[in-house]
């Protein structure tokens, strides 16, 4: 009988040393599970931040696109040299992009109703007479009046320009009254144009850039600020791409819309000279593409095949700034809304040259 106790006791006290141990190192192995684990899942999560997949190429669904037409120029245009001052030197900034968004510009067709609604326009801001035809696509309309005025219309994509004599009427400039607030000159001029469903959604959102103008010998001049301007000049750009990328046109004093307005005349007839150069774009037709080097670009404007839109006042162009944005025509239809790199720099100076990848450009495959 006594062995058989001692056998019992010796069994389970053998029993609850395994049990010991069994709880002991189960423990270390589970913590250790778990202390690996989220150091597995830490490791992973920091590989992918820093090793992130790359993303897919650029779509180029457009296929080849036709490169950009700049405006003709002359060498009398463009500087005879460049050099380049950034703040980085002699150097050019390297932008986070590889690729740029590209959007479709439907083509304005004839209509067989072009006619009926370029005269509707017409009528809505005040010409009621039959227009002189100028040519199978423009049509001119003149009235005389307080301002004698006269309006100018590609009866096809309905772009136009509003001229008045504004400059010749000395009540309008001598003392007689201010230029408007910025904000009620961005106001009237969106109203101006919503009334012949002229202010799509991508101007109406825009907030409008200003400029205080002075007249001087028939001829405007910068003015320092509302209290000397005797217009105020307002462009409208469509709203810019991604919340960053701006639009630039063949002239960088000017937005694809530009008025001038007077201070004296009241409401919309403050409106004294109109240029609408707005087309459409599908911006749910977007294709992106590789994009070339800022120095690349640099290369591009040196060798003439650029766009200077403001010389400067000097034979050398000092390069100061580099930008990224899109370029619009006033001149042709374009058939994309393509980027463009963006020189600026001393006197004024402002240089274009096309972004995109020139394997995909027509004139540089």
């Keep these: 009988m006594a062995s058989r106790s ?9 029993a609850t040393r395994l049990g010991r141990l069994f709880v002991k190192y189960g423990s270390i192995v589970l913590v250790t599970l778990m202390v690996g684990r989220m150091t ?9 931040a820093t090793h992130p997949a790359p993303p897919p190429p650029p779509t180029v669904g457009f296929g080849v696109l036709p490169s950009i037409k700049f405006p003709a120029q002359t060498e009398f245009d463009r500087p005879k040299s460049y050099k380049l001052e950034t703040g980085l030197g002699s150097n050019l900034p390297e932008f986070d992009l590889d690729r740029a968004k590209v959007f479709l510009m439907p083509k304005s067709v004839p209509s067989l109703l072009a006619d009926k609604e370029v005269k509707a326009i017409a009528a809505t801001y005040g010409f009621i007479f039959e227009p002189e035809t100028l040519n ?19 009866i096809q994509n309905k ?24 904000y ?17 959604e991508d101007l109406a959102t825009s907030s409008g850039e200003i400029h205080f103008l002075k007249s001087l010998g028939g001829e405007l001049e910068e003015a320092f600020s509302l209290s000397d301007a ?7 750009d469509r709203t810019v791409i991604d919340e960053k990328y701006e639009m630039y046109s063949p002239d960088p004093k000017k937005g694809v819309v530009t008025a001038i307005m007077s201070g004296v005349l009241s409401g919309q007839e403050s409106i004294v000279d109109l240029e609408y150069h707005y087309r459409p774009v599908d911006y749910t037709q977007v294709e992106t593409y590789p994009i070339r080097s800022a120095r690349s670009a640099f290369q591009v404007l040196q060798s003439g095949k650029g766009y200077v839109a403001k010389k400067g006042k000097t034979d050398e162009a000092v390069v100061r700034e580099v930008a990224f944005g899109y370029f619009e025509d006033w001149a042709t239809e374009q058939e994309y809304l393509q980027p463009i790199y963006i020189f600026t720099g001393d006197n004024g100076f402002v240089g274009y040259a096309p972004a995109v990848d020139p394997k995909y450009l027509t004139n540089e495959n």
Excluded: M
Excluded at 40 to 48: D, P, T
Excluded at 136 to 154: C, H, V
Excluded at 187 to 200: A, E, V
């Design 6 to 14: 001692n056998s019992s006791t010796f069994n389970l006290t053998a």
């Design 40 to 48: 597995l899942n830490a490791f992973v999560a920091y590989w992918k």
């Design 136 to 154: 199978n696509r423009t049509y001119r309309w003149t009235k005389t009046g307080q301002l004698n005025a006269s309006l100018e219309i590609d």
């Design 159 to 182: 772009t136009f320009h509003y001229r008045t004599n504004y400059l010749s009427k000395p009540e309008l400039i001598v003392g007689t009254g201010k230029a408007p607030e910025e």
């Design 184 to 200: 009620e000159a961005v106001r009237r001029l969106k109203s101006f144009l919503d009334r012949t469903d002229l202010l799509p």
């Design 230 to 236: 005797d217009f105020i000049q307002i462009n409208l």
